[in-house]
């Protein structure tokens, strides 16, 4: 239920409104309203301003008659040395180029702005500019950086207010967290932004709230709480005539009617979205609802129906390229197909998904390779800037070097002193180079690892689809051709032939999980790196002679994503390693957290450090100390108490967030 603000708060809001209105009023009244009028005025802060202005109402409709208003008010405020009019020109060129996509350029123009807002001690003018660094990192799918930026421009409004301005950061950072699977955080942070907007009386934002809450207990499995935020903003979507809005509610409250077998609401409701989003003509949002609709008339029996539903969301989504649409409209034609025993049209249209799928795995894989490829091209370049800075440090050297040699001819007893020094400092140079070309190589080495394990991997996960799956669908394939030739001749299909196509199909289906479990295990998103770090060594030394044990202690949170999934390979590496070269009896692991550091402890009564230097530090040793330095981590490897190999990480964890 809505509440009204206390007095107070009422007071503050019709304080922010009234500036506001008087600010308006104010830029009216002195203002020039055209282009002409504005040059003709005298230089003054005033024209600095009104420039900005131009700059930023002409983004839209002329872009380069508002880079040169733009550059003309930054030119101005410079010459008049006039801060804030530098700072506001600074941000408005920086918005020209996040419309055009020059996310760098305006990086660089925010961050000059930024440092401006700073020195004037203008907390709106530094949230603004967090937020537009936050924006442009969500673009780049940076979104660690993105949320951080959020975090700050969030403090800012947090002192100083809106209200209104508190709540939209609040809902943009849990929007954040969703994307990074930080689900309770989200959770949390969007109650935040509804308190605050029942408080002020935004009911729309209210309302939308309570859809992006519900998004989030769907994937906690709550689908009760789901529900019922659904249906809240449905309730006020509906009234205030907000169709866009109101279709999406509709349709993701469909989705779980759907899987509470709720089948005639989720179509009623289904039908209500289509209808909303056809008199919009957004079609890949008809391509969605139609295919969710075809879903649910297959599920109730209707098929000519269902396949008219599912034909039209198929033929929209290929206009539209909504890949994700096309699959589910393909997968449940096949569905449909095969209960009506149509064996031709249910390859048909499996052959289709099969083929979708893979194309949209290829593109996701293509673009995290590409990204590889792109930090790789990024190191190489630092490198050889270090190389450059290594070899001017060298000249630097020389060129010192006969400076103090013409200083010392004079005095024989200073050239002694002094040749000494000289000596001291040549050699720490040599000493310091040596140590950045070790650095470098080593880097160097580690990276070239990372792209064998990843080429490794590809290959040996095209080698399993190949022989595994690839296999498994050939024979699935022979057997529905047999079962389609009988049933063509009006003779009932062999029952060993049914049974071994089920077989072959639960076979391939088993298998995908397993490569699928291979690649990300379940077990960590869902539930942590110690439980994920349990499942791994009990199925890999499951059925061998090596026991293990596993302890952590002082580790009551979930870590970053990215510094679980480093931790967990590592310790598979190091199982791997374990059970290919050592011969160990027994495996122990710990985490542990201690003086800000997560620490894991990898111990095996194994052959020990022998085992590695017989055959020299492997891709799989190189694996494990590049993804320690990836998260500014080290890793040591060393004999154990008795015998056996210890080896040791140890990573800084991040900050705690303030109020958690």
């Known amino acids: 239920m809505l509440q009204a603000p206390p007095p107070g708060r009422r007071v503050h809001a019709f304080r922010w409104i009234a500036a506001a209105l008087g600010l308006l009023l104010a830029s009216l009244v002195a203002r020039p309203q055209s282009p002409g009028q504005v040059l003709a005025m005298p230089d003054d802060t005033t024209k600095a301003l009104t420039l900005s202005d131009l700059c930023f109402a002409y983004r839209r409709t002329h872009a380069d008659s508002a880079e040169l208003f733009g550059q003309a008010a930054l030119r101005l405020a410079r010459k008049l040395r006039f801060t804030r009019g530098e700072a506001q020109a600074l941000n408005d060129l920086a918005i020209l180029r996040i419309d055009r996509s020059a996310y760098d350029e305006a990086d660089s123009l925010l961050r000059l702005s930024l440092a401006l807002r700073v020195q004037l001690h203008d907390s709106a003018g530094m949230a603004a500019v967090h937020n537009k660094l936050g924006i442009i990192h969500q673009e780049r799918f940076m979104l660690e950086d993105a949320l951080e930026e959020d975090l700050k421009a969030l403090a800012i409004y947090e002192r100083t207010g809106p209200p209104a301005h508190e709540a939209t950061l609040l809902n943009n950072i849990a929007i954040l967290q969703f994307n990074l699977k930080q689900l309770p955080r989200s959770l949390a942070t969007h109650r935040r932004a509804a308190a605050i907007r029942e408080r002020i009386g935004d009911k729309g934002g209210l309302a939308a709230s309570y859809g992006n809450m519900a998004n989030v207990e769907v994937l906690m499995g709550d689908t009760a709480s789901a529900m019922d935020h659904y249906n809240e903003a449905i309730r006020f979507f509906r009234t205030a005539g907000s169709g866009p809005e109101l279709a999406v509610q509709l349709h993701n409250l469909a989705s779980i009617e759907v899987a509470r077998g709720q089948l005639e609401q989720a179509a009623q409701h289904y039908t209500e979205a289509l209808t909303i989003r056809t008199a919009s003509g957004d079609r890949k949002a008809m391509a969605s609802s139609l295919a969710g609709l075809g879903g649910v008339r297959l599920d109730q029996g209707r098929m000519p129906e269902a396949r008219n539903l599912l034909l039209q969301a198929l033929h929209i989504s290929r206009g539209v390229d909504a890949r994700r649409e096309g699959l589910q409209a393909l997968l449940d034609l096949a569905r449909l197909h095969a209960r009506l025993n149509q064996g031709d049209s249910t390859l048909h249209y499996y052959g289709q998904y099969a083929a979708l799928k893979d194309s949209i795995f290829n593109a996701d894989l293509g673009a995290r390779l590409a990204e590889a490829e792109v930090r790789f091209e990024t190191g190489r370049k630092e490198r050889q800037i270090l190389a450059q800075r290594a070899a001017i440090a060298e000249l630097e050297a020389q060129s010192e070097h006969r400076k103090l040699l013409l200083v010392l001819l004079p005095g024989a007893a200073l050239l002694v002193l002094l040749g000494f020094l000289l000596f001291t400092r040549a050699r720490q140079h040599r000493q310091r180079a040596a140590h950045d070309a070790a650095i470098i190589r080593e880097r160097e080495s580690g990276m070239q690892g990372m792209l064998q394990a990843t080429e490794s991997e590809r290959k040996r996960i095209a080698r399993e689809l190949h022989d595994g799956i690839g296999q498994e669908l050939t024979g699935l394939k022979l057997r529905l051709e047999e079962i389609a030739d009988q049933m063509r001749r009006g003779r009932p299909p062999r029952q060993e032939a049914l049974a071994e196509a089920l077989s072959i199909t639960h076979g391939a289906g088993s298998e995908v999980r397993a490569i699928a479990h291979a690649l990300m295990p ?101 694996n494990i100390r590049e993804r320690a330095h990836a998260l500014q981590g080290s890793f040591t490897m060393g004999k154990g108490a008795e015998q056996g190999m210890v080896a040791t990480v140890r990573i800084p964890l991040p900050e705690p967030a303030s109020g958690s």
């Open 522 to 622: 379940q077990a960590l998103e869902k539930v942590g790196l110690v439980a994920a770090t349990d499942e791994m060594l009990r199925r890999t030394l499951q059925g061998t002679e090596t026991s293990y044990s596993l302890e952590q202690f002082g580790l009551r949170h979930r870590l970053p994503p990215a510094m679980e999934v480093a931790l967990f390979r590592i310790v598979q590496e190091l199982v791997q390693n374990t059970q290919k070269h050592a011969h160990a009896r027994h495996v122990g692991v710990q985490f542990l957290v201690n003086k800000g550091h997560l620490v894991l402890i990898y111990e095996d009564d194994g052959r020990g450090l022998g085992a590695v230097e017989d055959r020299g530090a492997g891709i799989g040793l190189l």
